[in-house]
Nanobody
Framework: QVQLVESGGGLVQAGGSLRLSCAASGRTFTMYKMGWFRQAPEKEREFVAAINRNSDNTYYTDSVKGRFTISRDNAKNTMSLQMNSLKPEDTAVYYC???????????WGQGTQVTVSS
């Protein structure tokens, strides 16, 4: 079992930046590939970014490449998502998640709201 808690969401103008954090507790954080997902109103949840256990590989959905950066600190059991050049279409609830088996994210945080105004 692993518990995940997101923080750092808020309201920002288009072009601005936010940094989301995910704090993990419970089972060893380094066991898991970690990811960020988001869900906008009336839309399905979508993948945003992921980072493997040792931070040597990162993955991004096309719409955030070059603007978002995922990172993790295994010593502190935390993961972050630096979001720059934010757009109104980035508005969503953002969730961090831990991958328990390939492609299966079994642990989720409660989410943090990001709102980008135009």
């Amino acid at each position: 079992q692993v518990q995940l808690v997101e923080s750092g969401g808020g309201l920002v103008q288009a072009g601005g930046s936010l940094r989301l954090s995910c704090a993990a507790s419970g089972r060893t954080f380094t066991m898991y590939k970690m990811g960020w997902f988001r869900q906008a109103p009336e839309k399905e949840r979508e993948f945003v970014a992921a980072i493997n256990r040792n931070s040597d590989n990162t993955y991004y959905t096309d719409s955030v490449k070059g603007r978002f950066t995922i990172s993790r600190d295994n010593a502190k059991n935390t993961m972050s998502l630096q979001m720059n050049s934010l757009k109104p279409e980035d508005t969503a609830v953002y969730y961090c998640a831990a991958e328990v088996s390939q492609g299966n994210y079994g642990y989720w945080g409660q989410g943090t709201q990001v709102t980008v105004s135009s």
